[in-house]
T-cell receptor, first 113, second 114 residues
Framework: DGGITQSPKYLFRKEGQNVTLSCEQNLNHDAMYWYRQDPGQGLRLIYYSQIVNDFQKGDIAEGYSVSREKKESFPLTVTSAQKNPTAFYLC????????????FGPGTRLTVT | AQSVTQPDIHITVSEGASLELRCNYSYGATPYLFWYVQSPGQGLQLLLKYFSGDTLVQGIKGFEAEFKRSQSSFNLRKPSVHWSDAAEYFCAVGAENSGYALNFGKGTSLLVTP
């Protein structure tokens, strides 16, 4: 089955630690995205990548980093510089270079204490 | 800058009743518009999309939406709601100048009563 996988579903970390969230897709999509979801806030864009080895900051990139070494993978690192990292993180992908819809993974809930 | 407004945070409807969820957008060019649905703790599922052409678009699960450029709206409708429709609904707009990243509204939570 084609789709997007995010692992783990739940992640717990202590404050001050970096943590990496995994996102893998086997849809052969070119573009990938990371969004953050907080209650009552909708989804906000963290980073996106349209091709391998290239990515752009979104609206709330501070305290986050990404890499895109392979087409199918777009991991997100939440660094200790992120002031309020506890949230639900969603990865998405989109085919081609046109305005196609995005497909979303199941999400990772990160809790930092 | 583009933005999306969903005026209703919560909506409650009776099972079998009709539904309309409102969405207003602000965007200079022709918008690429989407409605997604999210069950608790899950990812988002696409209900329908509008890029161009016929302004009334049909989606999955019996949903439809109408694009009205004059009102900058893209409201979601369903003639008869089922209990399984209870979820969070998000309207979103995509822009070419940001890699078609989506700008989301804050969502409308739908409760369906018996």
């Amino acid at each position: 089955d084609g789709g997007i996988t995010q692992s783990p579903k739940y992640l717990f970390r202590k404050e001050g630690q970096n943590v990496t969230l995994s996102c893998e897709q086997n849809l052969n999509h070119d573009a990938m995205y990371w969004y953050r979801q907080d209650p009552g806030q909708g989804l906000r864009l963290i980073y996106y990548s349209q091709i391998v080895n290239d990515f752009q900051k979104g609206d709330i990139a501070e305290g986050y980093s990404v890499s895109r070494e392979k087409k199918e993978s777009f991991p997100l690192t939440v660094t200790s510089a992120q002031k309020n990292p506890t949230a639900f993180y969603l990865c998405a992908s989109r085919k081609g270079t046109g305005p196609y819809e995005q497909y979303f993974g199941p999400g990772t809930r990160l809790t930092v204490t | 800058a583009q933005s999306v407004t969903q005026p209703d945070i919560h909506i409650t409807v009776s099972e079998g009743a009709s539904l309309e969820l409102r969405c207003n957008y602000s965007y200079g060019a022709t918008p690429y518009l989407f409605w997604y649905v999210q069950s608790p703790g899950q990812g988002l599922q696409l209900l329908l999309k509008y890029f161009s052409g016929d302004t009334l678009v049909q989606g999955i699960k019996g949903f439809e939406a109408e694009f009205k450029r004059s009102q900058s709206s893209f409201n979601l409708r369903k003639p008869s709601v089922h209990w399984s429709d209870a979820a969070e609904y998000f309207c979103a707009v995509g822009a070419e100048n940001s890699g078609y990243a989506l700008n989301f509204g804050k969502g409308t939570s739908l409760l369906v009563t018996p």
